[in-house]
């Protein structure tokens, strides 16, 4: 049951996303360790209630392929949360393959030893080694193209629905103030301060703000008078002047029913697949060819479908800097998987494996896909943007972040600086660190 809006709270979490909820949870886990409060101190806010935006209708993919590298040490908080209750979270933790042809080797190499540096486990093999260790979990593998693999043996994935339900049940145990149904309409700031959380249910006084908006961050960076346009400094000391602050981009995801029950050689629940192959055209089974440039990824998806079946999705579409959210993802007509996906998709797949050829005919026609905004390096930021408010922009990377919430709790709690998040201050993009240094056609690799 939702709680009625209190008209003060030493933290207001705005946002019932995985960010949001996994922040509150572990505020409120902090609190009662410090001895310095509990979860009643804290008031988590959805304008609908837990998963109500991408949180909720992502494909659930937790992995740790990225070519920026502080990313890997976030993942490796994340997964430590995700295996600290697989139950509740529901937590499949396969494994995550990604294969790639050989102008992306070194990258991999680089991922790899980073990956490895901060203890997340992962195997890299190159040329032979990968074909064979492909066609070691799956003998039907096309392995013709690929000419390398990495196996990131703590990734997996997870039921979204379950697990927003189960961070808001970590929250309710702990005593967190839920309010859902409470839409925040603005700010009042004093003195660089948010003095006040307008919402339509009254206005709530607040110690500390954490923002965690999703789709809705820019409409909320508005709100706390902050420029839509900003000039980015990258690294060999070029300047990129009045970029967009946030770009809306559209994402394409189906799934496919299987006849079979979808598993390795020997018997196990597969691992998900990546595969990336700038140099292939994807051609379809009747020979009909699509882009210059494979990407796709698929898991296992029963969770969802009530049957075997696969879930993934491709490269996004770009929108720009305005979208509408409202109403959000499977719910807007304007952001569903165009015709040329389920074609596209179905034909990666039979590229893949013999058990994936003639799918077409299994695509499920029905609503999918949704958007997310990213920052002006596809990288999330995490950072104070007012005295007393922090945000939690992952650029539509994050559900598999929930030790994002974590380390957040923990630099709210002590004070202190956490060093994973510093590589995502905002600061990055005056002072040339920005990111976006990536061998992918994809922004979130
Ligand atoms: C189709 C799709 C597939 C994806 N697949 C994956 C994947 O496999 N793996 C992965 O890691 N990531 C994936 N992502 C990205 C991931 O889902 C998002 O990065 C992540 O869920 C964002 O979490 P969040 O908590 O920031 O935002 P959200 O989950 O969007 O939550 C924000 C919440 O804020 C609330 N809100 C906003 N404004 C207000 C307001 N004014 N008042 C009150 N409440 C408000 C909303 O109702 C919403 O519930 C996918 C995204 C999409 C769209």
Known sequence: MSATLPTSATYVVIGAGIHGLSTAWHLAKDLIATGKGSGKDIVIIDKKGPGAGASGIACGCVRNFYMTEPLHAILRHSVDVWESDPVTLGFQQVGYISCGEANQTSDYEKIHASQNAVDYAA?????????????????????????????????????????MWGLDEHCRRLGVQRCYG??????????????????????????????????????????????????????????????????????????????????????????????ELMNTTVVDENGREFD???????????????????????????????????????????????????????????MLMERFEGLRKNFKTRRNGGIGAFTPDNVPIFDWVADNAYMIADSNHGFKMT?????VSKHLITGTPVLELEPF???????????????????WV
Request: charged share 25%.
């Open 123 to 163: 195997d890299l093999y190159v040329g032979k080694d990968a074909k064979n260790f492909l066609k070691s979990i799956w003998p039907d593998f096309k392995t013709e193209n690929i000419d390398v693999a990495l196996h990131e043996k703590p990734s997996g994935y997870a039921g979204t629905t379950q697990s």
């Open 182 to 275: 409470v839409e925040v309409t603005g700010y009042d700031m004093t003195n660089g301060r948010i003095s006040s959380v307008l919402t339509d249910k009254g206005n709530i006084a607040a110690d500390c703000v954490v923002i965690c908006a999703g789709a809705w961050l820019p409409k909320h960076w508005e709100w706390l008078e902050k420029s839509d346009t900003l000039d980015v400094r990258y690294p060999d000391g070029h300047v990129e002047k009045a970029m967009d602050m946030w770009t809306f981009w559209r994402l394409l995801e189906g799934e496919v029913s299987l006849d079979e029950p979808y598993r390795t050689a020997d018997d196990r629940d597969p691992p998900i697949l990546h595969v």
């Open 292 to 350: 210059e440039h494979f990407y796709t990824y698929v898991r296992y998806a029963a969770e969802r479908m009530g049957r075997p079946g696969l879930q993934g999705g491709t490269i996004p579409i770009k929108i720009g800097p305005k979208a509408t959210l409202d109403p959000y993802g499977h719910d807007n007509d304007e952001y569903q998987a165009d015709d040329w996906f389920a074609d596209y998709y179905c034909a990666t797949l039979a």
């Open 403 to 407: 030790g994002v919430g974590k380390l």
């Open 425 to 443: 201050a905002f600061s990055r993009f005056s002072q040339g660190t920005t990111f976006g240094d990536r061998n992918s056609n994809c922004p």
